[in-house]
């Protein structure tokens, strides 16, 4: 079964602190990886989108990396901003006629002053 | 607008009660997604359309839910006789396509309760 687990479920951090989010996947066969941020009460929104031959992606403060052989990803956030707080969820894209998306449950990141 | 447009925002219906949630998608967006987000999980996929066809429907929990995109632009997914477990965020998002590296954009959802 295609299946996105991420750690912490939770995490709570001090504004300036970097910090960095874990992703494992069993997703066959697998087309790429993405990590959405979700504000309380918004839609998801894109932060990076990787295929199998990327092994990094920046966007900002945000940095994602893939292992496709050990099925791994990870978002670090560097300098931590109150804005931050939000759910980071993990999406896989499984190959197949069109843009079928596998979601973590997300991790629920607090940014305290 | 510039964005996915959901609408209503919010939603309360007694149990038995149909409901329409509405979707107006990215202006020449081929594809469309439904997903249901319940309370600290991740969405998980209701159906997919491209244009006005319906690809993929396997997500739809039961017969009680349908959606329809009549004229491959605005869609909307109807929920017939709503039980309790069917409150959740229902969330949409299009894509100008439908391959897989395609961005997908979402709205901020419906939240329905049933009560």
């Known amino acids: 079964k295609n299946q996105v687990e991420q750690s912490p479920q939770s995490l709570i951090i001090l504004e300036g602190k970097n910090c960095t989010l874990q992703?494992?996947?069993?997703?066959?066969?697998?087309?790429?990886l993405r990590w959405y941020k979700q504000d309380t009460g918004r839609g998801p929104v894109s932060l990076t989108i990787?295929?199998?031959?990327?092994n990094t992606k920046s966007n900002g403060r945000y940095t994602a990396t893939l292992d496709a052989d050990t099925k791994q990803s990870s978002l670090h956030i560097t300098a931590s901003q109150l804005s931050d707080s939000a759910s980071y969820i993990c999406v896989v894209s499984a190959g197949g006629g069109y843009n079928k998306l596998i979601f973590g449950a997300g991790t629920r990141l607090a940014v305290h002053p | 607008g510039a964005g996915v447009s959901q609408s209503p925002r919010y939603k309360v219906a007694k149990r038995g009660q149909d409901v329409a949630l509405r979707c107006d998608p990215i202006s020449g967006h081929v594809s469309l997604f439904w997903y249901q987000q319940a309370l600290g999980q991740g969405p998980e996929f209701l159906t997919y359309?491209?244009?006005?066809?319906?690809?993929?429907k396997s997500g739809l929990p039961s017969d009680r839910f349908f959606a329809e995109r009549p004229e491959g632009s605005v869609s909307t997914l109807k929920i017939q006789r709503t039980q309790q477990e069917d409150s959740a965020v229902y969330l949409c998002a299009s894509s100008f396509e439908g391959s897989h590296n395609s961005p997908l954009h979402f709205g901020n959802g419906t939240r329905l309760t049933v009560t």
């Open positions: 992703c494992n996947y069993t997703v066959s066969p697998f087309s790429n």
């Open positions: 359309f491209q244009n006005e066809a319906q690809l993929d």
């Open positions: 990787m295929t199998f031959s990327e």
